[in-house]
């Protein structure tokens, strides 16, 4: 079974500047999330889509954060304009629903100059 | 709001012998899923071992088994057999329903050959 695929593995922009995630769940896995996690601290949730729905986005930054799941399969996450603090690992998963467990991409190393 | 809390932010262990790494989480739920995670410097989060709150026999898997404590709120993972392979940082991490996981700041654990 092939795994959750994410990219690119890393990207360095500048302040202000836009940039943009991928992520490929595994097949039939309804549910995607996404995640950002700061150095040293555990991931947090951004958003959660069930199929092409959100089903929670209350922790993402909708001012500079957009994201979206057309037909329910592959998703991007954006931000734009990109800030210092967005500093971070961007993780991916998926899971067939709730409760079941969540599956974890390699997630995007992403730099802010 | 729900959190959970690791204690021990690193934590180092003798090749073969065994280690257990700490974790106490809050709630006002009766019903949830418990997760230890292990994220190696590849990035990827790897799910180790996961326990239903209904369920009350200790959940293991292979040499990896947890100490679940619901009305102290405690649940711990204990590695036997320590092994190179095992080095990372492993984060406990917390669900009910069908909201989003709520991850621990994580313990990064070393093996001494």
């Known amino acids: 079974e092939a795994g959750v695929a994410q990219s690119p593995r890393y990207k360095i922009i500048e302040k202000r500047q836009s940039v943009a995630f991928w992520c490929n769940p595994i097949?039939?896995?309804?549910?995607l999330y996404w995640y950002q996690q700061i150095l040293g601290q555990g991931p947090k949730l951004l958003i959660q889509f069930q199929n092409n729905g959100v089903v929670d986005d209350s922790q993402l930054p909708k001012d500079r954060f957009s994201a979206e799941r057309l037909k329910g399969v592959d998703s991007t996450l954006k931000i734009q304009p990109a800030k210092l603090e967005d500093s971070a690992v961007y993780l991916c998963a998926s899971s067939l629903g709730v409760p079941q467990p969540q599956h974890f991409g390699d997630g995007t190393r992403l730099s802010i100059l | 709001a729900q959190t959970v809390t690791q204690s021990q932010p690193e934590m180092s262990v003798q090749e073969a012998e065994t280690v257990t790494l700490s974790c106490t989480y809050d709630?006002?739920?009766?019903?949830?899923?418990l997760f230890w995670y292990k994220q190696p410097p590849s990035r990827q989060m790897i799910l180790v071992i996961r326990?239903?709150?209904?369920?009350?026999q200790n959940a293991t898997e292979n040499r990896f088994s947890v100490n679940f404590q619901k009305a102290a709120k405690s649940f711990s993972l204990k590695i036997s057999d320590s092994q190179l392979g095992d080095a990372a940082m492993y984060f406990c991490?917390?669900?009910?329903?069908?909201?989003?996981?709520?991850f621990g700041t994580g313990t990064r654990l070393t093996i001494i050959p």
């Open positions: 991490a917390y669900m009910i329903g069908n909201e989003k996981l709520t």
């Open positions: 326990q239903e709150a209904y369920k009350q």
């Open positions: 709630t006002s739920e009766s019903d949830y899923y």
């Open positions: 097949s039939g896995h309804a549910t």
